[in-house]
């Protein structure tokens, strides 16, 4: 397969006043091309901080990010979309508008609003696109930062827990609507979360990580076909993936 990103002995070390605090140490991993990772751990692991080392928001204390090659720097984060834990959206801006802001940064905006009517169909917001953010439910939100990471046509996105804060319902339909976006778009997903199940549901592989400091203690590559759905969650293959997670991590 392509090998698309490369992480080489990644760590970050950041120093207080009192103390010195690892987060992550000792990282190596490689992702194909369209490929769907998530990354799972306790809270505190530092999965966040290495979404945030990828994406080059932060800087390593020893190691490399490489993208098709080359080590990561600003020059290629138009090539990422960054989904995050809450959605942040303009309350300025209606919902289409906040999508198309990537695309008015970059200076792009020719054939934007049809991509975005696309991105806005797909994602099951169609009828809301000149709604304003408060009117929308925080499902629905998520669903338009999904599509505003999306519009400039990253060939990377990374998504730091997007559902931790939504209802259990909403988030399995969430869940779904993004492995069907995924696979329409052909897209390379790293996706971080604290659940064991929603790891499983989404991703080829699960990367785990132990408590701080964080370290890469097993990867679980997941036999179960796609698409993905309620039934498959019931499967006893589903179950063992999750059950050799849960060992992984002590639990």
Not at 5 to 29: C, V
């Amino acid at each position: 397969m392509d090998n698309y990103l490369t992480i080489n002995n990644l760590a970050k070390t950041y120093q207080s006043e009192n103390e010195t605090i690892i987060a992550l140490e000792n990282i190596n991993f490689n992702v194909n091309r369209g490929e769907f990772i998530t990354i799972a751990g306790p809270s505190g692991c530092g999965k966040s901080t290495l979404l945030h080392l990828i994406a080059d928001l932060i800087k390593p204390s020893s190691g490399t990010v490489e993208i098709n090659n080359y080590e990561t720097n600003n020059n290629q984060l138009s090539n990422l979309g960054l989904v995050f834990q809450k959605p942040i959206l303009f309350p300025w801006y209606s919902v289409i508008d906040n999508i198309l802001f990537p695309l008015v940064l970059l200076g792009q905006k020719r054939g934007g609003r049809e991509r975005a009517m696309e991105l806005i169909e797909l994602s099951g917001i169609k009828g809301f696109e000149e709604k304003w953010p408060h009117e929308l439910s925080g499902g629905m939100q998520q669903r338009a930062s999904i599509c505003r990471a999306l519009i400039s046509n990253p060939s990377l996105l990374l998504m730091d827990e997007p559902f931790s804060s939504i209802d259990a319902l909403t988030r399995l339909k969430l869940i779904l609507d993004l492995q069907r976006i995924w696979e329409e778009k052909k897209i390379t997903i790293i996706f971080v979360t604290h659940n064991i199940e929603e790891a499983v549901t989404l991703g080829d592989r699960v990367l785990v990580l132990s408590a701080r400091p964080g370290s890469l203690v097993w990867e679980e590559k997941i036999n179960l076909p796609r698409p993905r759905n309620r039934k498959s969650i019931s499967a006893k293959e589903f179950q063992n993936h999750c059950s050799v997670i849960y060992e992984k991590l002590g639990l």
